[in-house]
């Protein structure tokens, strides 16, 4: 999820906008975690199966 979607429990602001110390804090905090960092465990994971599956199905498919 991405901060600009997201709004505040201190100030009841959107956090992109920092109104207060905390949402500038979660904003800081999202921003060092680059494009993976908002993933759940589970979409990582149906990621690398994914990726996984691609790869053995391009080496079966040059074996062949």
Do not use: F, K
């Amino acid at each position: 999820m991405t901060y600009d979607r997201l709004v505040c429990a201190n100030c009841a602001g959107p956090v992109s906008e920092g109104r207060c110390r905390v949402c500038r804090a979660n904003r800081e905090r999202l921003q060092q975690q680059g494009p993976l960092g908002g993933l759940s465990p589970v979409a990582l994971l149906t990621l690398l199966i994914v990726l996984v599956a691609a790869v053995a199905l391009v080496a079966a498919h040059q074996t062949a």
